[in-house]
């Protein structure tokens, strides 16, 4: 996967009748929110998950041609590298990261971009705002320490388009922790919820598949006091 990856520039969109599955978990509300995919593609993707008038969609790319096709269906746009960007902390009700999946070359060690991308990004959302990750399975190790910190009501689904599984790809749902909630995390807890991670990958063919019917169980609830729109670092 990864010379393929490369000559994609790690590019896996999310198929459209898997994005439309993802939106079935969602309780958007009537009164708007703020969502971001800070790898958004062409953006067909993100526009299924987070359609509707409520939404205020917001999208990174770097891919000259996916940008100004993104633009379309978002609200703004940047035209840039994702690591470059920096959204105000708490700003989005909505993060849908389906990131590069290569690795990163450090002066001192290399990370896999998954992690990378989670640690950048998954600040944006405000308490309780919904994650949308999509990697594959054998890579949410990497994302497990940040997914037991930072993340509760956690589910992991197997991604059944044929696309999907050739790169045995599954979808993470989550919602961001408040600060108490994280301090009241239990060592044991901790222990168990990384286990569970770093196990994703061997137990691929055991893991729910997404369906077509679900319970509304994620809600991007809105802060007025918390919206912002994301710039470019300087």
Known sequence: MRIQGKLRLGYFPLPVSEARRV???????????????????DGTAFSEIAGGISARRYGVELDAYRAELAAIVVDELIHGDCLEVHCPVESAGLLFLNPPYDWTIGATRSERTERVFLAHTYRWLKVGGVLILV???????????????????????????????RYRQVVVLAKRRSRREREQLRDNEIVARRAQSA??????????????IATP??????????TGIPRPST
């Open 23 to 41: 939106r079935t978990w969602l309780c958007c509300p009537a009164s708007a929110y703020s969502a971001i995919d800070p790898c958004i593609g």
């Open 135 to 165: 990697v594959p399975a054998a890579h949410v190790r990497e994302c497990g320490e940040i997914l037991t910190s930072q993340f509760k009501d956690t589910r992991v689904f197997r991604l059944t388009d044929p696309e999907c599984v």
């Open 199 to 212: 196990n994703v990958g061997g137990n691929y063919e055991r893991l729910t598949p997404l369906g077509d």
């Open 217 to 226: 169980s994620y809600d991007p609830r809105w802060r007025r006091c918390q």
